[in-house]
Structures are given as C-alpha cells and as structure tokens.
C-alpha cells in the first residue's frame, strides 16, 4: 500500500542500524529540542518492552544523533510486539505516524484523538484487535487511514463521517461486522474505499454511492445483502470474490470518476444498466459471472468510451452484439463467452483494431467471421467454440502472426482449412466438432477435399506442394525467356532487354487513377484469376493496360498459384511488356496486385 500523497524528508544520517529505517527526524532541522516530544517519546520507548530489533536502543535521552522535531514517526516493517502506548496522545503535532507491519497488539488507544493534526495514519499488518475507537473521529486532517490486515472487531464507527479530509480508507482483511454507516457519504473526498473480507453485513446505502471522487471501491467477501446498489471495484487484483446479490440499479450514484468496476461473480441479476456509459474513464469493466439477462445495452459502447477491457462472459444475456462495439478503438480485450447471443458478427468489430483478446465461445452466433475481422492483426487469442458458424474459414486467419490460439470447435464450420500460420499447429487450432471440414495439415486428421467442383480443383491446387508449384513456375519462367527471345529475334523489337522493366513506382492510388477507380467503361476484359483494365497514368500520359488480380479472401500461396497462371499468359502473342507489377494494399487493407503493360491498341489481353 502506497501512500501516495504524503511526501517524507529522510536524513541519511538519522537511519538507524541493520537495514531498519528509523526515521525519526524533521522537515526542518530544529535548533531547540522540544523537550515534551522527547519525553513523550521515551515514554512511548518505555511503553515498547518488547523490541526484538534494537531499533530503540539508540533512541534515548541525549536524542544526539537526530534532534526530534516531531511530525514524523516512521517504525513500519519492525518487530515492535506491545502495545502502542497511551503516551502516543502526548506527540500532538505528531502528523506522519507509521507503525506498520509490526506485531503491535493489544487495542488502539482511544486518547490517539490527541494526535490531532494526524495527516497520515497506518497501524496495518498487526495483531491489533479490539474495536476502532469511536475518538478517531475527531482526527480532522486525515488524508490516509490503513488499518487492513489485524483482528479489529466491531463496527465501522459512524463518526468517521467527521473526516472530511479522508482520501483513503483501507479496512480490508479484519473482523469488522454491522453495516456500513451512511455517514461516510460524507466524505466528499474518498477516493479509495476498501473494505473487503470482513464481517460486514446490510446492504450499502446510495449515500455512500454518492461519493463523487471515490475511485476505487471495495467491499468484497463480506456478508452484505440486499437488493440496493452495490460495487465492487478493483485495482487490488488478489482480492477475490464477493458475495452481494440482488440487482445492479440504474440509480448508479455519481462515482463518475470511476476507472475500474468488477461486478464479477456475484448474484446481480436483471439487465445491465445503460448508465454505465456516464463513467466516462472507465477502462475496465468486468461484470461476468452473474445472472445478468437482456442485450447488451449499446449505450455501454459509446464514442467517447475509454474501455480497454469488457468482459460480460458467464451471464445469460441475449441478442446480438451491438454494431456500435466498433466504437471502441481502445479495447483489447472481450469477453461475452457462455451467454445466450446470437446473429452475426457485425462487421463493425474489424474496428476494434486493438483487440488482443476476443473470446466469443459458448453462444449462439451464426454464418460467417465477417471478412472486416481481417483488419483484427494483432489479437493473439480469439475463441469462437460451441457457437454455429456455418461458412468457411476466412483464409486471412492464416496470415495473422501474432495469433496464438484460435478455438473454432464445435461450430459447422465447413470447407478447407487453412495450411499457414495459427493452422500449422493442430494444439492451438482446436477445430473437433466440425464435420463438415476437410483439407489441413496432416495432423489435423480431416478427410481430403473432394475435387469435383471448381472450388475444390483450387483446393487441390493449393495443396499441391510448394516444389511443384516452383517447377511450374520455372518451367514457365524459361518458356517466356526463351518465348521472348525467339520473338525478339523475329520482330526485332527494340529496348527490351529484359522481361520485367520495373518503373518507378506505380502506386495503387495512381491505378486507382489511371482507370476511374477500375470504373467498368475502362474494363476490357475479365479472365478467371482477374480483370484488365485500360487506363492512362497522369504523370506522362502513357496508355496501360493493367492485369488485377483478384485477391481478395485469398492465402499468399493461392496468389503465387495465381502469379504462375500469369506468366504461363505471356507467351501470348498480344502481350508486349510488362512496365511494372504493382504490389500493394488497397484502401481496404486487402492485398492488391497488378500487372501493367503497355497497352495494345490492336491486341486483345486475353
Ligand atoms: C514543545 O511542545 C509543546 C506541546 O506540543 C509546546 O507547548 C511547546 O511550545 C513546544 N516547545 C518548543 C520549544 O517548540
Ligand atoms: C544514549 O545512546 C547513545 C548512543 O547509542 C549512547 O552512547 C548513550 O550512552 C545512551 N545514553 C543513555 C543515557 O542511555
Ligand atoms: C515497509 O515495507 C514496505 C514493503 O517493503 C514498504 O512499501 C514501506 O514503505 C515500508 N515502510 C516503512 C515505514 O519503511
Ligand atoms: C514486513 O516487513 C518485512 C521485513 O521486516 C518485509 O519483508 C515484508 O515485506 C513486510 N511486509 C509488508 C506487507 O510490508
Ligand atoms: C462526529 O460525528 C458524530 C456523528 O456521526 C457527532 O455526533 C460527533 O459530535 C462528531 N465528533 C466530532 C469530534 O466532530
Ligand atoms: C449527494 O451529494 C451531493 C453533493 O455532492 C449532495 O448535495 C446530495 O445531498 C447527496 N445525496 C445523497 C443522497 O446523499
Ligand atoms: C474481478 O474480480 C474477480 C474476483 O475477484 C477476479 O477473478 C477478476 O480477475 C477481476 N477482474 C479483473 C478484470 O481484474
Ligand atoms: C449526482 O450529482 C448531481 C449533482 O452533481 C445530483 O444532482 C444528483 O442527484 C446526483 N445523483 C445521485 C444518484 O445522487
Ligand atoms: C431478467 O431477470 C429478471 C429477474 O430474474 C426478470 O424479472 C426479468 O423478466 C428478466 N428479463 C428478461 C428480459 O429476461
Ligand atoms: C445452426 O444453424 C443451422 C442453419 O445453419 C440451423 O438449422 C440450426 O438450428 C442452428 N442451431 C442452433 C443451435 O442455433
Ligand atoms: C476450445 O474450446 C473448447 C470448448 O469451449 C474448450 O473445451 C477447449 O479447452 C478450448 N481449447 C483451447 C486451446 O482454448
Ligand atoms: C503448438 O502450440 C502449443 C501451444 O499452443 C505449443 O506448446 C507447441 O510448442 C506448438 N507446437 C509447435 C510445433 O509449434
């Protein structure tokens, strides 16, 4: 536990031995001791009988090394094992006292009231027990108060409402019990509320929800019930499961500043509320594991939402995934598995291009991976199990490299699978529960794809090991060498030295140009594995013509199977010379590829 806000001036020289901190000195270094400070703490040295450490043997009387001004008193991380002694009250400019992470026992002196410009207060980590004194309520500037970790019993006394200053109350990992005062609504300051793994039973009163700085809120593993608000939010990610029931009102108070909210495994029931989407920095959200019903409410998934994590898994929620979800640019990881949603994908989620984590498993949705998820190139784990996608596996999942596992079992997934990529290794590429597939690697153990169509000659094509698609390409390679050069020997055509002059670059936008944006007056021809295009480029009015090869949906070895077809075509007679081959991405990110001739005004292409 940080404290964060309190700022400490140390004095090498007043470090005490063997690596324990004593710090024990001033902000400003006082001429005159005061000498009700130092024997007040004598006396809280004396009231310390037992000090395993040493730690106080040099602080004595003479006081010589280190001259006590008294606004800190820092013996966190020690061994003292007695009481903290009543004398304590007699430090009242005392503004910094740390004494965690000792043995201290017995209970907290009431008359620690005293210590009235108490900034900073923390006695966690001990065997304190005994109940809070109701006295700490008049500690008017405390900021930072820690008393987690002891065996504190009692109730949360309803006088530190009085602290008007507090900014963090931390309380977890006691023994407290009754409920909640609505008192501490009044602490117009809090940011963290922590309370977790105690006693505390009834249920919490929007008062306290109406907190507006309160940042991190805390009340799991308690016996709180009820049906009224409640929240449990985290930044403390080992504080486990709470057990709250009832429902998540819409009357969610004004914890707008809220950056992190975990409803997980709870009993909330009914719908979540659309008014999540007032937490305007919120990043997490994790309200899985409930019973949570209805659709997601698209509000949750507004523009202005900073959401980097959303997770709805385990609850019983219907309907589809909002489109609007593509508004979140910031999320990286989503989790909706095991609900009852269902339709298609929408297309919109190729806009969430952070996602790293996307796990969809255990609902109901159909048909396709929408082609727009190819712009999803950086996400590493994406579960699409047990839902009824019924198409064919999208070839792009194959170029995706950081893709670590990718669950498609149990869907009807039909068609080829995949050879490249995630789809080398059968571990990370669960497919079992799809009968309808065929193709793969070996160790898939899938049935060959039947070759009796068109769609399955490709196939086949495309397994068709890469040796064998070399030779073709050699054997077309020196067919269109020698072609050439017999044709240059008969029509002694001039400047053609070699086969592929590449010019200066020839973007896709100066296509795009050239041909009206490949409008179809400028289409002369379209052939099974792409379109020619009649164009003329701006910068010096040469007339092209263009092969496009159609790409789209399709692996790099489907293309190089294709680039062998092309140059087996130049033996055509018609074909001139290739200017260049434009290879680039097209404004949809999909691969594009071209071949640009020169244009023959009497030759048809193909
Ligand atoms: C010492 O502290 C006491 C009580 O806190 C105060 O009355 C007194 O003026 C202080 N003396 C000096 C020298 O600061
Ligand atoms: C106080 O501590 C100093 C430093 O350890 C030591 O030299 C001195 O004898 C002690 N005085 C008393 C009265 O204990
Ligand atoms: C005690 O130890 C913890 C963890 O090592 C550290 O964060 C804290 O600052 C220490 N406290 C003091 C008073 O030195
Ligand atoms: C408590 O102090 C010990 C050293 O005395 C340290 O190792 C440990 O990390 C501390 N624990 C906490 C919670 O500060
Ligand atoms: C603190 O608040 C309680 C009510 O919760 C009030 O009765 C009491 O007078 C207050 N104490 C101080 C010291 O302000
Ligand atoms: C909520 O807080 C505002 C001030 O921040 C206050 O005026 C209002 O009374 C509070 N509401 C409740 C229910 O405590
Ligand atoms: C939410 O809390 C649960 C239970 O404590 C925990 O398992 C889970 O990791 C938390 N969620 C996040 C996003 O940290
Ligand atoms: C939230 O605060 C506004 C004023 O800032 C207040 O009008 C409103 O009642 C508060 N909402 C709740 C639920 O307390
Ligand atoms: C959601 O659950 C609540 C309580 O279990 C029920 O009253 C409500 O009808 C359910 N709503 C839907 C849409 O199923
Ligand atoms: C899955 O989709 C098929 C049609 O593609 C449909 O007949 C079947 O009912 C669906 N199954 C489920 C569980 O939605
Ligand atoms: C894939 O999903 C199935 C069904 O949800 C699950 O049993 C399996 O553990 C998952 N495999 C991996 C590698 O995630
Ligand atoms: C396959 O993936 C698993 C984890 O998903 C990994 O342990 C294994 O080493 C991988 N095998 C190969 C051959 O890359």
Not at 84 to 98: A, C, G, T, V, Y
Not at 130 to 153: A, C, D
Not at 227 to 253: E, K, Q, R
Request: proline share 4%; charged share 15%; net charge positive.
């Amino acid at each position: 536990m940080e404290p964060r806000s309190i700022s400490f001036v140390e004095f090498p020289s007043c470090h005490s031995l063997v690596g324990i901190v004593l710090v024990l000195c001033f902000a400003h270094v006082s001429s005159t001791t005061n000498e009700t400070d130092k024997l007040s703490l004598l006396a809280f040295k004396a009231g310390i009988t037992e000090n395993p450490l040493s730690v106080l043997s040099l602080w004595n009387n003479s006081m010589g090394f280190c001259q006590w001004y008294g606004r800190e008193l820092q013996l966190g991380n020690n061994s003292l094992n007695h009481e903290i002694p009543p004398q304590i009250s007699q430090l009242s400019r005392l503004q910094i006292l740390w004494l965690e992470n000792n043995s201290l026992v017995g209970e907290i002196p009431k008359n620690i009231a005293a210590c009235f410009n108490l900034v900073s207060l923390t006695l966690a980590f001990n065997q304190l027990f005994g109940k809070i004194p109701t006295q700490v309520g008049s500690l008017s500037n405390l900021q930072l108060f820690y008393l987690h970790v002891n065996n504190l019993i009692g109730s949360v006394p309803s006088s530190l409402g009085n602290l008007s200053s507090l900014e963090r109350l931390v309380f977890s990992l006691n023994n407290l019990g009754g409920s909640i005062p609505p008192t501490l609504g009044h602490l117009s300051k809090l940011q963290l509320f922590m309370v977790a793994q105690n006693k505390l039973s009834g249920p919490i009163l929007t008062e306290v929800l109406n907190l507006s700085s309160l940042s991190d809120f805390d009340v799991g593993v308690n016996h709180i019930q009820g049906s009224l608000p409640a929240y449990i939010c985290f930044t403390l990610p080992n504080l486990h499961v709470n057990y709250l029931g009832g429902t998540i009102l819409s009357s969610l108070g004004n914890l707008t500043k809220l950056a992190a909210l975990n409803l997980s495994g709870n009993n909330f029931q009914d719908q979540i509320p659309s008014e999540l989407s007032n937490y305007f920095f919120l990043n997490k959200l994790d309200l899985s594991r409930n019973n949570l019903n209805g659709t997601i409410p698209p509000q949750i998934m507004s523009k202005s939402s900073q959401i980097i994590l959303m997770d709805l898994s385990h609850n019983r929620l219907i309907g589809a995934l909002p489109m609007e979800v593509g508004n979140l640019r910031f999320l990286t990881a989503l989790s909706i598995s095991k609900n009852m949603l269902g339709g298609e994908i929408p297309n919109s989620l190729g806009d969430c291009v952070a996602l790293v984590s996307l796990m969809m498993g255990g609902n109901s949705f159909h048909r396709s991976i929408p082609q727009s998820m190819r712009s999803l190139r950086g996400i590493e784990e994406l579960d699409l199990s047990h839902n009824n996608f019924s198409r064919e596996i999208p070839q792009f999942l194959e170029t995706f490299r950081s893709l670590k596992v990718l669950n498609l079992s149990y869907n009807n997934f039909k068609g080829m699978l995949p050879c490249e990529g995630v789809f080398e290794n059968a571990t990370s590429t669960p497919i079992i529960g799809n009968a309808k597939l065929c193709g793969g690697l070996l160790e898939f153990q899938l049935p060959k794809c039947i070759s009796s169509n068109s769609k399955s000659r490709k196939v086949n094509v495309l397994r068709l090991s890469t040796v064998v698609i070399c030779g073709l390409l050699g054997i077309a390679f020196v067919l269109a060498i020698l072609y050439l050069s017999w044709r240059k020997r008969q029509v002694q055509e001039p400047a053609f030295s070699s086969m592929v002059v590449l010019c200066p670059n020839i973007s896709y936008g100066m296509l795009l140009k050239a041909t009206n944006g490949f409008s179809s007056t400028n289409m002369v021809g379209v052939g099974s594995f792409g379109s020619v295009y009649k164009g003329i480029l701006e910068d010096n009015r040469t007339t092209v013509a263009m092969k496009v090869l159609h790409l789209v949906g399709r692996g790099a070895l489907k293309s190089f199977v294709v680039g062998c077809e092309v140059l087996k075509n130049i033996r055509h007679r018609n074909l001139l010379k290739i200017l260049t081959v434009c290879s680039s991405v097209d404004y949809e990110r999909n691969d594009f590829k071209a071949i640009v001739y020169d244009f023959m005004d009497n030759g048809s292409l193909e």
